[in-house]
Every structure is written in C-alpha cells, then in structure tokens.
C-alpha cells in the first residue's frame, strides 16, 4: 500500500527557509492531492495547504505568503517551502494524501487518508 | 479563517459512549458534508476515522460513527475501550476557498 516519508532538516535557523520532502512510494501520485499539515509541540494540527499532481495549489490564507507546495511526478515527491521562518513554525510536519471524493457537484479533495509519520522541525539560531 | 469549535476534553468509563462536538460555521461544516474526523495516539501520526460525515474507512471499528446538525458535527465512541484513548480532531472543508479547517482538538480520556 501507499506509504508517505517526510525528509528534511530538523533545525533551520530564523529567517531562512524551511524546505520538506515527502516521498510517496508503493502508489501513485496522480489523480490525488498532496497536503502538508503541521502540529507545534503540545498543539493541535494546522493544515497548511495541498497541491494536485498537475500542480493547482491551495494554501491556508495565514501562510499563503510564505509557502509553496509542489509535486514532482518525475519523482514521486511532494515539496514544502516554507520562507523567512520564526520559532513560530517550529512543529512536526506531516504529508498526507486527499483522495477524491466524487458528487454530482464534481470531487471534492479534503480528508486525508494517508498520512506520513511526520518529521520535527525546530527554527533556532 | 477560524478553527473548529472543540471541547479541549471529554471522558467516560470502558464499555460507555462518548460524543464530541465540532461547530463551526455556514459557510463550512454547515455547507456541506465534507467533514472528518482523525484520531492520534501520543508520538504517531493521525489517523482517518470518519469521512463525508458519517462514513468510516475500511479497517475502523463500527464503535465509531458521526453525524452533523446544522453547523455542528459529532463524533460518538461507543463501547469505549482503553485503545480509544487518544486526541481527536475534526476538520472542514471550506469551500468557498478550497481550505480545510481543523478543530482545536478533543483529549479523550477511558476512566
């Protein structure tokens, strides 16, 4: 089955950029949304937003400036950027898979069904 | 955009039923019926319990189910067993601006 690897850095120093890899092995890339989601510690989860295979975004509006989600279907791999970072983003960071949910008003991509185990990340100089 | 509305707690004794809230507003849980739940143990990754409401994945137990009224979905665990001990939370689509929203989050305590 589909399995989900978030790789990066564990530390970032403030004002740089935070940049995460998620590799998507055992499936395919296409067809779904990719989402990054991220958890501060002793907090709850923060969707921060998703990208199609063929490269349509959607961010949450409180990163929308600072982030950028895209897939590379070449490597089956999703990329999260996250720029001019502050100890305010340190957090687990996870990927997830948003299959389509198929109504009569067209699919929908919002749940989440496969997650990655999630890789921590702390902004500190 | 606002997060969902989520008691921080709730609890109940092995065997007992438990239901947990979501509120939020019209223009998200009250708009549609893309509401899901997740659960997450200590240390691991969410898990999908509860999708479109009211629908569960392959794989979870019928002890799970959801429901909606108006800007509220629910969440009820029933025949509570010590493994459902974890932090639950709810998310929206919000389609006005192809988002999803999360709760704050549930810490479901088994007495």
């Known amino acids: 089955q589909v399995q989900l690897e978030e790789l990066g850095p564990g530390l970032v120093k403030p004002s740089e950029t935070l940049s995460l890899t998620c590799v998507v092995s055992?499936?395919?890339?296409?067809?779904?949304?990719w989402s990054w989601i991220r958890q501060p510690p002793g907090k709850g989860l923060e969707w921060i937003g998703n990208?199609?295979?063929?490269?349509?975004?959607n961010y949450n509006p409180s990163l929308k400036s600072r982030v950028t989600i895209s897939v590379d279907t070449s490597k089956t791999q999703i990329s999260l950027n996250v720029s001019s970072v502050t100890a305010a983003d340190t957090a687990v960071y996870y990927c997830a898979r948003n299959p389509p949910y198929a109504t009569p008003y067209g699919y929908y991509y919002y749940y989440m069904d496969v997650w990655g185990k999630g890789t921590s990340v702390t902004v500190s100089s | 955009q606002s997060a969902l509305t989520q008691p921080p707690s709730a609890s109940g004794s092995p065997g007992q039923s438990v239901t947990i809230s979501c509120t939020g507003s019209?223009?998200?849980?009250?708009?549609?019926?893309?509401v899901s739940w997740y659960q997450q143990h200590p240390g691991k990754a969410p898990k999908l319990m509860i999708f479109e409401v009211n629908r569960r994945p392959s794989g979870v137990p019928d002890r799970f189910s959801g429901s909606k009224s108006g800007n509220t979905a629910s969440l009820t665990v029933s025949g509570l067993q010590a493994e459902d001990e974890a932090d639950y939370y709810c998310?929206?689509?919000?389609?006005?601006?192809?988002?999803?929203?999360f709760g704050g989050g549930t810490k479901l305590t088994v007495l």
């Open positions: 990208s199609y295979y063929s490269g349509s975004t």
């Open positions: 998310t929206s689509y919000a389609g006005r601006n192809n988002h999803v929203i």
């Open positions: 055992g499936g395919s890339i296409s067809s779904y949304y």
């Open positions: 019209s223009s998200d849980v009250g708009d549609d019926n893309h």
